[in-house]
């Protein structure tokens, strides 16, 4: 089974609005972390934003928050006031303990078009 | 600019030689992990370090070891190279092993190995 679902391989967005990216998870650790990351076409990981599995507040950076529904297993990426720069690849990544380590997974990512 | 740094940043070579790609962690960093990431594809985690000593394995096939050293550098060794073993190899580094805090990694720019 996916730990972590990323179900949009694509998506446009028109500049200067909303968007949301969605993530699933799945996990039986009771600490774990979620983390979205951004690959623009140059090819660097770009942290953007973390949310703890005990955070009781959804995790806000900037023009980023994250819709963290812990019940659903959803950690949704919103990016508010869409840019061009914007444009990327959009990774959700989960922090778990397994088998006595911490160990990262991401998902398969989505790829964000901000059309102008 | 993470901190971390990658070299080379493109490497060519022939099916069936061997490669070895060097990253350099934050200052302060303990922790190094490896991360493989083919066209189009998610990170695949390979294996992690936490201050000399193997931490976490993932992926990692055999043909392939790492190890990471008294100054924190590390080294991911590729041998018998085929042509799928063409990726991007990001290295990331943080704090800690893992625990309950934020422990975000940030990545290198990566090395992009072509086996040709």
């Known amino acids: 089974a996916q730990k972590i679902t990323q179900t949009q391989p694509g998506m446009f967005v028109q500049e200067k609005e909303a968007v949301t990216l969605d993530c699933t998870y799945d996990t039986s650790d009771p600490s774990y972390g979620l983390f979205w990351y951004k690959q623009p076409s140059s090819g660097e990981m770009i942290f953007l934003i973390y949310?703890?599995?005990?955070?009781?507040q959804n995790a806000t950076e900037g023009r980023y928050s994250l819709n963290f529904q812990k019940a659903r297993k959803s950690a949704n990426l919103v990016i508010s006031a869409s840019q061009l720069g914007d444009s990327a690849m959009y990774f959700c990544a989960m922090r778990e303990l397994s088998s006595g380590t911490y160990k990262y997974i991401f998902g398969t990512g989505t790829r964000l078009k901000v059309l102008a | 600019d993470s901190g971390v740094t990658q070299t080379p940043k493109h490497l060519i070579t022939a099916t069936g030689q061997r490669v070895t790609l060097r990253c350099s962690p934050r200052?302060?960093?303990?922790?190094v992990y490896w991360y493989q990431q083919s066209l189009d594809q998610g990170l695949q985690f390979l294996i992690q370090?936490?201050?000399?000593?193997?931490?976490a394995k993932g992926n990692i096939l055999e043909r392939f070891s790492a190890q990471q050293f008294p100054d924190l550098h590390s080294e991911l060794n590729l041998s018998s190279l085929e042509l799928g073993d063409s990726a991007l190899y990001f290295c990331a580094s943080s704090v800690e092993a893992g625990g309950s805090s934020y422990n975000e990694q940030f990545f290198g720019p990566g090395t992009r190995l072509t086996v040709l």
């Open positions: 200052s302060g960093d303990l922790s």
């Open positions: 370090y936490y201050n000399g000593e193997e931490r």
């Open positions: 949310q703890g599995s005990y955070d009781q």
